[in-house]
């Protein structure tokens, strides 16, 4: 395993962080003045990102002006489970601190765009207010723990549940660093020494990267779990747990142009006792503690120390922290993806909906009230609701006798059933991008519906329409919208154009590849025409788009792209 010999510049900025504080309580009294680097890097571990409105910079600069700086606020939701009482706090926090919209994520939390510096502290202490947090929503530690969203009340579920909530509470940071500065609003020192020992799991310097956990069943691999740094994979047998197989190094994130780093899902590594689920999982956080890569972040995620080192190796190492003979993973179920949209059973009397949230926007806008309809429902109905790793969102703990009167409320501020959405556009994933985003090298969250609508329009042109396949949209090649796994995978390459990528599987169990670069936007669907017209006429019999891209291979598919152009030409 190739690693660098010296520690990176954000290594040291943690190392001598005193446990995350840094300077950030000293910084946050200018509020005319954005975070200098060390600031940016330690807000992370708080759940904030730094940035500026992209749109508007060009602009300024031509003026004369400095940036709009603003923030991302991300909420720590485990599971995306919150109660009526908490999202419509939330909801209040859209107006009153950020830019009027929630944003569901594809990892079951809740972000806030347009936050400005003199309002940070007030946001986060009101997010603490109504018991949540946004410690370790982001930075180098264990994020948001997802899990499946289907609040059935059954034994599987519940366990799911609970077992999600333990993990995300076992994997805190323990650091007091975060209510000093937002929620005891501790004043800055000049001489403040370190003032805690440092954190039992993370050490001085926390993690080399970030690192995410996932828990799922074989039935619903919603969350893409293999898509985890730690994917946990819960084996029952009726109603009893008999175990969990921990897969390790999975992850999204590449860079364009360099193939050291790369895109690969997490490869069975040991199956563990039900007893021991938090014992291991930290246990895999330390795994990764001690043997990541902290001088090149490229270079630093759990995935490459599994692809160098091995799935073998991984587990004689956590054997030895557990002080246990780990045995290998058990065999599995195919993994299975299933609609959680529209009207559903909770088998305990009372029902709840899956409502579509394109992009996981909710905003009000000319087409749909949505935010509107969702704050009256919760309100009126008392529903918990259920954030989905498909950036839609859930409503549980229905009565049936309300379910008529949801229906009008939702019909009243046109709110589009999910029965009225294709496929494509049921299933497609994007990330905000542009303007907010200060890694995005072109559009998504904006793009979204023209992508789709164009492929949409294709796929009726063979009689596709109603296929189901997913495609994930991201302005840039680090894969927060999961574009590589599913059926087609469109990334940005640079302003208005796109890496496409297909042949993965809609269950999430395999990569796609590339197959295009540099497509222009309003390209992707006339680039994807032959594709779709050779799956049409050549599929097998219930064979997925991704599945028949595997199966035909790249170089065949490139082919038929080619004798078209030529045709066409």
Known sequence: MVQSDSISKAEAVKQQSRQLRGHIARDLADTAT????????????????????????????????????????????????????????????????????????????????????????STIGEINAAVLTTLAACGDVVRTVTTVPAPVRDAVHERLEAETRRLSNHLLPRTRAYHEIWVD???????????????PLYGERYLPRKFKVGLAIPEDNTIDVLTNDLAIVALFEGDRLT???????????????????????????????PGDLLDAAAAVVRLHRDHGDRGNRRHARLKYVIAERGEQ????????????????????????????????????????????????????????????????????????????????????????????????????????????????GRWALACPALPTCGLALTEAERVRDQIVGALEARLRRYGLEQERLSIRITGCPNGCARPYTGDIGIVGRMPGFYAVFVGGDFEGTRLNAPFVDKVPLNGIAEMLDPLLGFFASARAEGEGFGDFCHRIGIPRLQQALADQQRGAA
């Open 34 to 121: 954005p975070f200098d680097n060390e600031g940016y890097s330690l807000l992370k571990f708080h759940g904030i990102y730094q940035g500026y409105d992209r749109d508007s910079a060009t602009e300024r600069k031509q003026r004369g002006d400095d940036k709009a700086w603003q923030f991302m606020v991300r909420v720590r939701i485990p599971g995306g489970r919150l109660t009526a009482g908490q999202y419509l706090a939330l909801d209040a926090l859209a107006d009153r601190y950020a830019n009027g919209s929630l944003r569901v994520t594809t990892r079951q939390s809740i972000q806030f765009h347009g936050v400005v510096k003199a309002a940070l502290r």
């Open 313 to 424: 190796w991984a587990r004689e190492r956590l054997s030895e922290y557990l002080a246990k003979t780990l045995e290998p993973c058990r065999e599995m179920p195919a993994f299975g993806v299933p609609d959680h949209l529209g009207w559903h059973e909770q088998h305990d009397g009372k029902l709840y909906l899956g409502i579509p949230v394109p992009s996981g926007r909710i905003a009000d806008s000319d087409r749909s009230r949505i935010r509107t309809a969702l704050r009256e429902i919760v309100s009126g109905f008392h529903c918990d609701p259920i954030l989905m790793p498909s950036q839609d969102i859930i409503l549980s703990e229905i009565l049936p006798r309300d379910r008529n009167a949801i229906d009008a409320l939702l019909r009243q501020y046109e709110v589009p059933p999910e029965t009225s959405l294709l496929p494509a």
């Open 185 to 199: 609003g501790a004043r800055w020192e000049e001489d403040e020494r370190a003032s805690e020992a440092p954190d």
């Open 243 to 273: 175990g969990y197989n921990f897969l390790l190094g999975g992850s999204h994130g590449m860079t364009h142009n360099n193939p050291k780093t790369y895109p690969r899902l997490a490869t069975p590594v040991a199956f563990i006792e």
